[in-house]
């Protein structure tokens, strides 16, 4: 399935930047983080700690994976973000997230999953004030009944083509409370 994706639901990734602040008790196994610390990222997880942002080369990618698809006669989809959070409120991401909204309306051949745990940031943060373009799917990912109730009703708010959950799984006691600031 994955053609520069070792996630066999999707064909590719995209992260628009690295870097993301925990907010609920499944981001205690966050694997993004631990797997930049394992690249030797070390700093970018935290409220103040810095993001990590790419070049033209990097966003330039997407366009080329539109026009293979388009060539091949298919749809392909597009996991973002693996490696943060697109919802993430923060001043300095605005500039990346803007950019991001402009590469997906670029690529009308490729099908854009945006997971998020910050469901209730996409009003908000989005431009498309309800019509949004065909080519997102817009998720929220939850780790058990009370979080799917909280964040799930913020879903239902959009019409997108395709809405979805996912489900990480914690254990009792980790998952009871949400006892964290949603930001
Ligand atoms: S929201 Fe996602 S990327 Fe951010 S800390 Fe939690 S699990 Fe990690």
């Known amino acids: 399935m994955g053609v520069n994706s070792k996630i066999e639901w999707t ?3 995209f992260n628009p930047w690295w870097g993301c602040v925990r907010i609920s008790p499944a981001c205690k196994h966050c694997y993004a983080e631990t797997w930049a610390k394992r690249v030797g990222m070390d700093d970018l997880w935290g409220k103040d700690a810095p993001r990590r942002f790419f070049t033209d080369a990097h966003w330039k990618e997407p366009l080329k994976w539109d026009r293979e698809a388009k060539a091949a006669g298919e749809r392909r989809r597009v996991f973002c973000a693996s490696m943060a959070d697109v919802f993430e409120d923060r001043e300095d991401l605005n500039a990346a997230r803007e950019r991001l909204w402009l590469l997906i309306e670029a690529t009308p051949n490729l099908d854009w999953l945006l997971l998020t745990k910050r469901i209730r940031h996409v009003r908000k943060l989005s431009p498309w004030r309800g019509k949004w373009p065909t080519n997102i799917w817009l998720g929220t990912s939850t780790e058990n009944q009370l979080w799917l109730n ?7 708010e959009h019409d997108v083509a395709v809405r979805f959950v996912s489900a990480e799984l914690t254990c009792p006691q980790e998952s009871a409370t949400p006892n964290s600031r949603i930001r």
């Open 11 to 13: 064909h590719h990734t």
């Open 150 to 156: 909280r964040r799930v009703e913020h879903l239902l």
